[in-house]
């Protein structure tokens, strides 16, 4: 009779595996005895199809039948909840098989700390690790592969040590993927020597173990030696596969070597044996951007598209980046238009990351329909809009959005707290922003970073209370850094506090002393408080630094074109036509006026440089179309001064238009002779 099970379950088992599962259960049906075998084939078999819930009926119909539960049972059961992402279900059946007097085995305990650890639970994994060594099961191979991995995330180098001498007490020195890991490890926590030692040990290299070694060169900006070991891989019997070549091309660029890296992607392109794929493309196009040539990433972006490769969400998200600006908000629907034709829609990152870059290119209504839309919502989703919101000054709708987040249910974290602050600081609510920073840590344990704290002196300037500032600033549990410094300096300029401008400047200029727009401000200041000899000191610095001369640049759209203007520039097809126009502005503009804080700026007045470069790109906006524009963008590289940011307002409300006016301090938006920034900025 045990023969005749045997083959029915093998038959079974058969039709489970070829995923013919509606004849398997035919057959599960019609078996006269069922043993454990018979129902953990099923079991596994509704698992791998996705009908999750059939294999846990499955289950509890196993209990209902008093069929005895093993170890296997569970262990499919563990297994499979981990591989769906649900660790704590996974959790309880192990206690569940605890309470049946069913021991883990060391397969049970590999599946919980591979689940958690694949599921970025990394602590607790190394928790189970430390949890299975306590109670005397030897893990195996995979065991330390994933218990290394999560040590690498968490990069806590010296329980990977330990874990490492473990494996070698264990005889797993030539486990390839037990090695591999430790090269990962060790690279990442920036110990190539030790990466190295691993590599040169391992006697049956496989691709992962080459590809490993060689980013981790890149990682660490060392591309020649990742470079050599690449030609040493091509000569060895384990050849480069499109991953290799695509690590390489990350690391050129990404260590700012562009011509390595578009050279190694045509010679990709050239191989008969490997050929591009879309992560080389998606390479590029990171590298691109981290090295903020954002034009060329876009480049490259059309350009795959027109090589006949499919953007993917990887791609979506690293050009996006490239488009967070207000003169790029064109390129922002075409890449929404790409997303679409795509059906990216479903990929969470992607939509979040739409909402973010269109409010940054001034587009919070976009921001807004694509929130509303969205079927599901996470942390980064309200996030993302709420700092929209702040971003355009809209603090109500921010606030009003920051309830809803939480009547939903979700918690906020250090990203929504830093929007709310700066919302309460827009509205003038200073008791409130109080509250909402206390509550960081009293209410949710979270400890406030920098950025609360630059954001509470906001709150605090906006409102003219800078004694408080101050204070708020010497009790700070951390040592204040420029942002800090920079925000208690523009509450000084706009309400005129000389004594704590001086305060402010030198902290900057301590940290910073090479930074021109610095020395610019300080001889300001000096100049107003009268103190020549500290002055001295600072233009004797001044003129030793090579980047004395920082003129403002500026940038605008203008028919899906930009163009680029420099302060004290002209463009020659223009010059008599902008002369003209700007020569009727200041009178108007003047009347306006009515600055009353310290006339500090980072760009030097108009007499000395010349027209600044943002008037001048407003003045081609104006006179370059048959009819005043409705919406004017533009970039600049350092902060307006005040009479350029009165003249926008005299422009905004004369021309009946809205300006987006980016530059190094916030984002502007004027309209109907106001701006957002309520004239702090």
Same mark, same amino acid.
């Given at each position: 009779?045990?023969?005749?099970?045997?083959?029915?379950?093998?038959?079974?088992?058969?039709?489970?595996?070829?995923?013919?599962?509606?004849?398997?259960?035919?057959?599960?049906?019609?078996?006269?005895?069922?043993?454990?075998?018979?129902?953990?084939?099923?079991?596994?078999?509704?698992?791998?199809?996705?009908?999750?819930?059939?294999a846990?009926? $499955?289950?509890?119909?196993?209990?209902?039948?008093?069929?005895?539960?093993?170890?296997?049972?569970?262990?499919?059961l563990?297994?499979?909840?981990?591989?769906?992402?649900?660790?704590?279900?996974?959790?309880?059946?192990v206690?569940?098989m605890?309470?049946?007097?069913?021991?883990?085995?060391?397969?049970?305990?590999t599946?919980?700390? #591979?689940?958690?650890?694949?599921?970025?639970?990394?602590?607790?994994?190394?928790?189970?690790?430390?949890?299975?060594?306590?109670?005397?099961?030897?893990?195996?191979?995979?065991?330390?592969?994933?218990?290394?991995?999560?040590?690498?995330? $968490?990069?806590?180098?010296?329980?990977?040590?330990?874990?490492h001498?473990?494996?070698?007490?264990?005889?797993?020195? %030539?486990?390839?993927?037990?090695?591999? =890991?430790?090269?990962n490890?060790?690279?990442?926590?920036?110990?190539?020597?030790?990466?190295?030692?691993?590599?040169?040990?391992?006697?049956? @290299?496989?691709?992962?173990?080459?590809?490993?070694?060689?980013?981790?060169?890149?990682?660490?900006?060392?591309?020649?030696?990742?470079?050599?070991?690449?030609? *040493?891989?091509?000569?060895?019997?384990?050849?480069?596969?499109?991953?290799?070549?695509?690590?390489?091309?990350?690391?050129?660029? +990404?260590?700012?070597?562009?011509?390595e890296?578009? %050279?190694?992607?045509?010679?990709?392109?050239?191989?008969?044996?490997?050929?591009?794929?879309?992560?080389?493309?998606?390479?590029?196009?990171?590298?691109?951007?981290?090295?903020?040539?954002?034009n !060329?990433?876009?480049g490259?972006?059309?350009?795959?598209?027109?090589?006949?490769?499919?953007?993917?969400?990887?791609?979506?998200?690293?050009? $996006?980046?490239?488009c967070?600006?207000?003169?790029?908000?064109?390129?922002?629907?075409?890449?929404?238009?790409?997303?679409?034709?795509?059906?990216?829609?479903?990929?969470?990152?992607?939509?979040? =990351?739409?909402?973010?870059?269109?409010? &940054?290119?001034? !587009?919070?209504?976009?921001?807004?329909?694509?929130?509303?839309?969205?079927? #599901? &919502?996470?942390?980064?989703?309200?996030? #993302?809009?709420?700092?929209?919101?702040?971003?355009?000054?809209?603090?109500?709708?921010?606030?009003?959005?920051?309830?809803?987040?939480?009547?939903?249910?979700?918690?906020?974290?250090?990203?929504?707290?830093? =929007?709310?602050?700066?919302?309460?600081?827009l509205?003038?609510?200073?008791?409130?922003?109080?509250?909402v920073?206390?509550?960081?840590?009293?209410?949710? +344990?979270?400890i406030?970073?920098?950025?609360?704290?630059?954001?509470?002196?906001?709150?605090?300037?906006?409102?003219?209370?800078?004694?408080?500032?101050?204070?708020?600033?010497?009790?700070?549990?951390?040592?204040?850094?420029?942002?800090?410094?920079?925000?208690?300096?523009?509450?000084?300029?706009?309400?005129?506090?000389?004594?704590?401008?001086?305060?402010?400047?030198?902290?900057?200029?301590?940290?910073?002393?090479?930074?021109?727009?610095?020395?610019?401000?300080?001889?300001?200041?000096?100049?107003?408080?009268?103190?020549?000899?500290?002055? $001295?000191?600072?233009?004797?610095?001044? &003129?030793?630094?090579?980047?004395?001369?920082?003129?403002?640049?500026?940038?605008i759209?203008?028919?899906?074109?930009?163009?680029?203007?420099?302060?004290?520039?002209?463009?020659?097809?223009?010059?008599?036509?902008?002369?003209?126009?700007?020569?009727?502005?200041?009178e108007?503009?003047?009347?306006?006026?009515?600055? #009353?804080?310290?006339?500090?700026?980072?760009?030097? @007045?108009?007499?000395?440089?010349g027209i600044?470069?943002? @008037?001048?790109?407003?003045?081609?906006?104006?006179?370059?179309?048959?009819?005043?524009?409705?919406?004017?963008?533009?970039?600049?590289?350092?902060?307006?001064?005040?009479?350029?940011?009165?003249?926008?307002?005299?422009?905004?409300?004369?021309?009946?238009?809205?300006?987006?006016?980016?530059?190094?301090?916030?984002?502007?938006?004027? *309209?109907?002779?106001?701006?957002?920034c309520g004239?702090?900025?």
């Amino acid at each position: 009779m045990s023969c005749v099970r045997r083959v029915r379950n093998s038959v079974l088992a058969v039709y489970v595996k070829c995923g013919k599962l509606i004849w398997a259960r035919r057959f599960f049906e019609s078996m006269d005895e069922k043993d454990g075998v018979a129902w953990n084939s099923m079991i596994s078999g509704y698992f791998q199809i996705g009908e999750n819930d059939e294999a846990h009926r $499955l289950f509890d119909k196993m209990c209902r039948e008093e069929i005895k539960l093993g170890v296997v049972t569970f262990n499919i059961l563990i297994r499979s909840y981990n591989q769906l992402g649900q660790c704590d279900v996974a959790m309880e059946m192990v206690k569940k098989m605890e309470s049946l007097g069913i021991t883990p085995d060391v397969f049970t305990w590999t599946c919980m700390i #591979s689940g958690f650890a694949q599921n970025g639970r990394t602590s607790q994994a190394l928790d189970l690790f430390k949890e299975m060594s306590f109670v005397g099961v030897m893990p195996n191979g995979v065991t330390i592969t994933s218990a290394i991995s999560a040590c690498t995330d $968490l990069k806590v180098l010296a329980m990977g040590m330990e874990i490492h001498s473990l494996a070698v007490k264990m005889g797993f020195t %030539d486990d390839v993927l037990v090695g591999n =890991s430790l090269i990962n490890m060790y690279s990442k926590c920036e110990e190539l020597e030790a990466a190295e030692r691993v590599f040169d040990m391992i006697k049956d @290299k496989d691709v992962y173990s080459w590809n490993s070694m060689i980013a981790g060169y890149c990682q660490a900006g060392y591309c020649g030696k990742a470079y050599e070991l690449f030609i *040493k891989m091509q000569e060895s019997d384990v050849p480069p596969n499109v991953i290799t070549w695509n690590v390489l091309i990350s690391g050129y660029i +990404q260590n700012g070597n562009e011509d390595e890296a578009v %050279d190694l992607f045509q010679r990709m392109g050239k191989n008969d044996k490997v050929k591009q794929n879309t992560a080389s493309w998606n390479s590029l196009i990171a590298g691109y951007q981290q090295l903020g040539q954002k034009n !060329n990433a876009l480049g490259v972006f059309r350009k795959m598209q027109s090589s006949c490769f499919y953007p993917n969400c990887v791609t979506i998200l690293s050009v $996006l980046p490239a488009c967070a600006y207000v003169v790029a908000s064109n390129k922002v629907k075409e890449i929404h238009g790409c997303v679409l034709r795509r059906s990216l829609e479903p990929s969470l990152p992607v939509m979040n =990351s739409l909402i973010d870059t269109y409010a &940054k290119s001034g !587009n919070i209504v976009y921001s807004r329909t694509i929130f509303d839309g969205m079927s #599901s &919502k996470d942390i980064i989703t309200w996030n #993302s809009l709420i700092c929209g919101y702040v971003l355009h000054g809209f603090w109500h709708a921010a606030l009003d959005l920051f309830d809803q987040m939480k009547s939903f249910g979700l918690k906020p974290n250090r990203g929504t707290f830093l =929007s709310i602050i700066l919302a309460h600081s827009l509205a003038g609510m200073v008791d409130l922003g109080k509250k909402v920073f206390c509550s960081i840590t009293e209410c949710y +344990q979270i400890i406030p970073m920098i950025e609360h704290y630059s954001a509470m002196i906001d709150l605090y300037g906006r409102s003219g209370k800078l004694e408080e500032a101050m204070e708020f600033i010497e009790d700070m549990p951390i040592e204040p850094d420029s942002s800090i410094w920079e925000a208690l300096l523009t509450a000084c300029r706009i309400h005129g506090n000389i004594d704590l401008a001086v305060l402010a400047i030198e902290r900057l200029f301590d940290l910073e002393p090479g930074d021109v727009l610095i020395q610019r401000l300080i001889l300001q200041i000096y100049a107003i408080c009268g103190k020549p000899e500290d002055a $001295l000191k600072v233009r004797k610095l001044e &003129k030793e630094n090579t980047r004395r001369n920082s003129f403002g640049q500026s940038w605008i759209e203008v028919k899906n074109l930009v163009y680029t203007f420099v302060t004290g520039g002209w463009s020659e097809s223009y010059s008599d036509l902008l002369y003209s126009w700007l020569q009727n502005v200041p009178e108007n503009v003047t009347a306006r006026s009515s600055h #009353s804080g310290l006339c500090i700026e980072e760009e030097e @007045k108009e007499e000395i440089s010349g027209i600044h470069s943002e @008037k001048l790109a407003l003045a081609f906006a104006l006179i370059g179309s048959s009819q005043a524009p409705h919406t004017i963008r533009i970039v600049k590289n350092i902060r307006m001064c005040v009479h350029c940011h009165e003249t926008a307002k005299y422009v905004s409300m004369m021309h009946h238009c809205e300006i987006f006016l980016a530059d190094s301090k916030c984002l502007h938006h004027f *309209k109907n002779g106001q701006c957002s920034c309520g004239d702090y900025w």
